[in-house]
Each structure stands twice: as structure tokens, then as C-alpha cells.
């Protein structure tokens, strides 16, 4: 079958979905598509879903290439998943043409909403203006993972609309998509159409609010300095988190670590921004089933063995953190009684609430205990040491976590060996609370963003992996970054290829 560029593809045909309560945009004729406010609310609910699809596959390129998870999948579909644990992805690879696809869709719908807002005769001038900032969200947050995945890539700042265009683009370098998001989400902080928060329960919620502006944009700062050695952007992460922090009205985590990942507490004070899902057929989330052990029953859906967890990432809970919720809930043990053997797991996605095994699980993109672990790290990055121990400590001693202040901890001769560095104690902190989240690829970048040092690192780690004993010992420099799909070099030689990589 004919592959046609991303770049100049149409809306896609959308599954039945509301989980923005907004229509299909695809149910409205397009002569009629951009005429009411309607039909904006749909176009960019489009965004939304296109993202949606990209976040099912996002865990293979972040969780399983990390020392966080392995699979045991085995080499299922040609090794489509287990060449993220044996680090020998290609470019033919179906998951990443499908994320990469998704997150373009992602860019290019909300581009045609930005494209078209003005064109609608609007009653509210707020509502126009919300919309046209959630696209910006969308926009900005598509291209940072794109970025931080496959390094330089097409910039699109405006819809493409001929193939004789999408013929000629190129890929941009880090430094001009860094520079663009950040102006997409600076310009975001004085749009008067969002609003600071939308609350728990509300019809809003799961929308993009200022607070999950100034979180993303102090992400993107903290990527942005450490990666690209842009150390002036640390007290620009530092401002943005900090704006989080004040207008989310969330000084302090209050709710436990259990209750946060509880399917029927899902929407909690501690989350800034949620991609939903609902446990029905048609709009549930696959990660119940696809983060449990094969041989063994966590949710109601039978287990895939994608995304489970490494015994490194298990043994760095101390021995308090076993009295802890956090140790339960983020990776917990199986025996597998044919083989003797000990699995590991997380819990924050399973669901047994739904007899027929549709997940009805948020996947929380961004919460309080993040902005305050960013805030730590920059704040440590910024030689400001007491402010980013009292931000490491608002998670350490979370309600029902057990755990000691740093100072007190380092007490504790064997949490003083390992852990006397503040750096090292937050970014130990942040595998711990944050782990099975797509997030410890991003933070392996920051901690070694030479790809040398990263490999290093990698092949490192001393464990006997139950599923890919090789995993980390094979890791390659170059693998810091996903190749270009095949599909878009062939059709686009411009985009060329990461180094590495052959186009096929």
C-alpha cells in the first residue's frame, strides 16, 4: 500500500470518542467543518486523541529502553518489542512510525485549529482564546517529545498543505525546536482564555490550564539547560515551576501515593494534566493489561508482559520504602510459582474495578510531585541547596510514605553512602516516585547528556535481567536517539537519517 508524508494527511478517521466531552470532529461534514465554535471544540479534541494514541506506545521508547524495565513479551512480532530491551531498534520498527505518526497528527490538528479560530464569528472572545491556547499546549508538548526522542526533527509551526511543500522539509536543529516550543508556552502564561486550574470532576478537567502550562514549560526549561549545557535556563525552570506552584494552589502533596494511582480517585488535587480514559470498550486504557506479568493476575485484562519491572529499580527501595505505599504501588513482587522465579511489576495502572477488563485508568502526564522534584533538581543545578533539599523533602515525607527528611536520612550510613550527593538523592527520589511514568529516559538524558557517558552508564548497571540478560551491555551510543522512520526517509531523503541507523 502507497505510504503518503504525514505532513500532508488529512484528519484522520477518529474512534468513537469523548473523553473531552466533545464530538467526533470527523462526524461533521468538512464544508460545514469550520463554521461554529462547535466544530473548534471538535478539530481540537481531535489534537487531544491524536496524542492519546501516541501515549500507548510511548512507555516502549522511555520505560523499556531505560534501566527501569525490561519485557517479557519475547521477541513477539519480529522483535517489535523486545528490540527496545535488546537495543536493536530499526528504522522499519512499527511502534516508532506509529508514535512518530501520532505525535505529527498531534502537531497538524492542532495547527489546523490555530489555522482556522479566526475564522469563526465568536460570541465569547474567551473561548476562542482558550481553544486556540489548548492547540499551542498540544503543539508545544507533541514537538518536546519528538525533540527529546529522535533529537532534530520538522519544526511546524503552520498547517502543510501541498506535497510539493512536505517534499522539501527538513529536519530543524534542537536549538530552533527548543527555542520554538518555549515561545509557544511563554505566550501561553498571558492567554486569557485558560484558566489557572480546572477542578477534579469538572467538565473542563483533563483540559490544558495555565498550571499545566508553567509545569510543562519548567520541564522544558530543565531539559533544555541540561541537554543543550543552556545553564541560564535553570532559574527559568525554576520561575515557571514556581508559577505552577502558586496559582495550582497545591503548596504541599496531602494525598497518599496510594490514593493518587486509585482508578476511583483519579481525579485528584495532585494532577495538573491527565490524558483520560474511560473503562468502556472503546475509549479504556490498554496499560492494565499490557504492564502485568503474563503468568499472573494484577487487573482484570490478561497480562501482555510489556513494561516490567527490572530488579535494579526494585532493589533501590531501601528498607523503609518496603513499609511503603510508594514500594507497593510503584513495583511490586510475583513468584511465579511454575518457575520459582520473582517478577516485578507496578500497580499504577491496574484496575479491578471493571469485571469485563476495560482500564479505566487516567495516565497522569503531569502532577504536583514532579514540578516539585524539577524544582529540586534546578534548584540544586542553580547552587541553591536549601531550597532544593526542602523540595525534596515535601515528597520524601508525603502522607503514608515513611520515610525521613533527607538530612535525617543521611544519618542512615547506608542511605549516606549512596545518596550524600543531593543530586544523586534526587534523582534516586525521582526513579522512585516517578517510575512506569515515561519519565527516567528523559532524566538519563539529563544526567548524562553526552551519548558516550549515557552508554556508559548503561552498560554499567550490574543485574541479572530475568527476560534480555544482555540488555544493557549492548547498549550503543547512538541509541540515545530513535531513527527516523523508514516510511519518511523514503518518501522525504531530505529528513536524512540519525546516526547509527540504516533506512530500512
Not at 344 to 350: D, E, G, H, P, R
Not at 449 to 464: C, E, F, G, Q
Request: hydrophobic share 35%; proline share 3%.
Amino acid at each position: 500500500m502507497k505510504k503518503i508524508l504525514l505532513f500532508v494527511a488529512a484528519i484522520a478517521t477518529l474512534s468513537s470518542c469523548n473523553f473531552l466531552n466533545m464530538s467526533d470532529p470527523d462526524a461533521f461534514d468538512e464544508s460545514k467543518f469550520y463554521k461554529t465554535p462547535e466544530d473548534m471544540e471538535s478539530l481540537l479534541a481531535s489534537s487531544y486523541e491524536a496524542f492519546r494514541e501516541a501515549n500507548k506506545n510511548m512507555f516502549f521508547v522511555t520505560e523499556m529502553k531505560s534501566d527501569n524495565a525490561t519485557t517479557t513479551a519475547g521477541s513477539s512480532s519480529s522483535g517489535m518489542y523486545s528490540s527496545f530491551v535488546n537495543h536493536n531498534v530499526m528504522s522499519s520498527n512499527k511502534i516508532v512510525y506509529d508514535l512518530y505518526t501520532n505525535l505529527y497528527q498531534t502537531i497538524h490538528r492542532a495547527n489546523l485549529t490555530i489555522q482556522h479560530v479566526n475564522d469563526i464569528k465568536w460570541v465569547d472572545e474567551n473561548e476562542k482564546n482558550r481553544i486556540e491556547g489548548e492547540a499551542k499546549f498540544m503543539r508545544a508538548l507533541a514537538h518536546f517529545y519528538l525533540v527529546r526522542l529522535w533529537g532534530p526533527v520538522t519544526k511546524l509551526d503552520h498547517v502543510v498543505s501541498s506535497s510539493a511543500e512536505a517534499a522539501k522539509a527538513i529536519r530543524n536543529s534542537e536549538e530552533d525546536v527548543y527555542q520554538f516550543i518555549i515561545d509557544d508556552l511563554k505566550s501561553l502564561t498571558t492567554n486569557g482564555g485558560m484558566s489557572n486550574v480546572y477542578a477534579p470532576g469538572s467538565n473542563m478537567y483533563g483540559h490544558a490550564s495555565k498550571t499545566a502550562v508553567y509545569a510543562l514549560l519548567g520541564r522544558v526549561c530543565l531539559q533544555y539547560a541540561a541537554t543543550l549545557n543552556h545553564t541560564e535556563a535553570y532559574k527559568d525552570a525554576i520561575t515557571a515551576l514556581k508559577q505552577a506552584e502558586e496559582i495550582g494552589g497545591y503548596k504541599e502533596l496531602t494525598i497518599p501515593f496510594a490514593d493518587v494511582f486509585n482508578v476511583e480517585k483519579k481525579q485528584n488535587a495532585e494532577i495538573i494534566f491527565a490524558v483520560q480514559y474511560k473503562a468502556t470498550e472503546s475509549q479504556s486504557s490498554p496499560f492494565a493489561g499490557y504492564f502485568q506479568i503474563k503468568s499472573g493476575q494484577t487487573s482484570m485484562a490478561s497480562g501482555r508482559g510489556f513494561n516490567i519491572g527490572e530488579p535494579n529499580l526494585h532493589n533501590e527501595f531501601d528498607a523503609q520504602e518496603a513499609k511503603d505505599g510508594r514500594w507497593d504501588i510503584g513495583i511490586a513482587s510475583y513468584v511465579n510459582k511454575k518457575s520459582g522465579t520473582t517478577q516485578y511489576y507496578t500497580k499504577k495502572y491496574t484496575d479491578k474495578s471493571n469485571m469485563v477488563g476495560y482500564g479505566g485508568n487516567d495516565w497522569y502526564e503531569l502532577r504536583f510531585a514532579d514540578v516539585y522534584l524539577m524544582l529540586a533538581e534546578a534548584y540544586e543545578r542553580d547552587d541553591q541547596r536549601d531550597n532544593a533539599i526542602a523540595y525534596l523533602n515535601k515528597v520524601r515525607t508525603r502522607p503514608g510514605n515513611n520515610l525521613a527528611d533527607y538530612n535525617t536520612s543521611l544519618q542512615d550510613a547506608k542511605y549516606a553512602a549512596q545518596y550524600s550527593d543531593l543530586r544523586a538523592a534526587i534523582f534516586h527520589e525521582r526513579r522512585l516516585e516517578l517510575c512506569f511514568e515515561n519519565i527516567r529516559w528523559f532524566d538519563l538524558q539529563r544526567l548524562y547528556p553526552n551519548h558516550d557517558d549515557l552508554a556508559t552508564y548503561m552498560r554499567s548497571i550490574k543485574v541479572v535481567d530475568f527476560a534480555e540478560p544482555t540488555k544493557f551491555s549492548d547498549f550503543k551510543p547512538y541509541e540515545a536517539l530513535l531513527p527516523i522512520p523508514y516510511n519518511e526517509t523514503y518518501l522525504n531523503p531530505n529528513l536524512g537519517q540519525n546516526e547509527g541507523y540504516t533506512s530500512h
